[in-house]
């Protein structure tokens, strides 16, 4: 079983709104990602959680927060986001071990930013 | 630096045609490739892999190839399918990190 969920499918929030993005994986991985793809884009990388730690940072605003409340569970916390912050949110997860690693992906949560 | 494009590069074939899309990375300390599959309004799927001590594999209707003297990375999809029409990307990473690096991506449309 491989498999990520991902809630809300859509949101749409303003500029002034906080919001929380959730992910859930269904496997034993210990390291998750979230990732923001814009449209006809590969995805970018925004954060990796290895053993429910933040490991890598990829210089990501301060508007985006990231959480990982056990090994399960994923949250990205969104406060006063601006209009290009609109894309697709994925999340993935896998072996928490560097290269050779298949990552999982999510559905994803369509975001946009009014 | 990367070009700003509205539009994927396009793969045009008919069902049951073989299709070959082709990727090419510049990190010569990628060790493992990966092929995801992303259809519209989905996450990336995953295809098929490959490591760097072998130039090919083959799984169900699908092969990848590996030429690390070119550092070229290709997808052969057999008697392509309607179902098979999305956004394919090839992604490579290294031991030294956990961050995958997507190619940009090629769209395959299928035509009955």
């Known amino acids: 079983d491989t498999e990520v969920t991902q809630t809300p499918k859509h949101l749409v929030m303003g500029m002034t709104n906080k919001k929380s993005l959730k992910c859930e994986k269904h496997?034993?991985?210990?390291?998750m990602y979230w990732y923001k793809q814009k449209a006809k884009k590969p995805p970018e990388l925004m954060f990796v959680?290895?053993?429910?730690?933040?490991?890598i940072n990829e210089s990501v605003r301060s508007r985006f927060s990231p959480e990982c409340p056990n090994s399960s569970l994923l949250n990205l916390h969104l406060h006063a986001l601006q209009p290009e912050d609109s894309a697709l949110y994925l999340c993935?997860?896998?072996?928490?071990?560097?290269?050779?690693?298949?990552?999982?992906f999510g559905p994803g949560t369509r975001l946009l930013v009014l | 630096g990367e070009s700003v494009g509205l539009h994927l590069p396009t793969l045009s074939v008919q069902e049951g045609d073989n299709s070959i899309i082709n990727c090419a990375y510049s990190?010569?300390?990628?060790?493992?490739f990966i092929w995801y599959k992303q259809e519209s309004g989905k996450g990336p799927q995953f295809i098929i892999d490959?490591?760097?001590?072998?130039d090919k594999r083959q799984g169900q209707r699908v092969t990848v190839l590996l030429n690390k003297t070119v550092k070229h990375l290709s997808l052969q999809i057999a008697a392509t399918q309607p179902g098979d029409s999305a956004v394919y990307f090839c992604?490579?990473?290294?031991?030294?990190?956990?961050?995958?690096?997507f190619g940009k991506g090629t769209s395959l449309l299928v035509t009955p």
């Open positions: 992604a490579e990473t290294s031991n030294s990190g956990y961050a995958l690096n």
């Open positions: 496997m034993g991985h210990r390291a």
């Open positions: 959680y290895s053993y429910e730690k933040l490991s």
């Open positions: 990190n010569s300390a990628s060790d493992y």
């Open positions: 993935a997860s896998s072996q928490p071990k560097r290269g050779e690693t298949t990552q999982y």
């Open positions: 490959i490591r760097s001590n072998m």
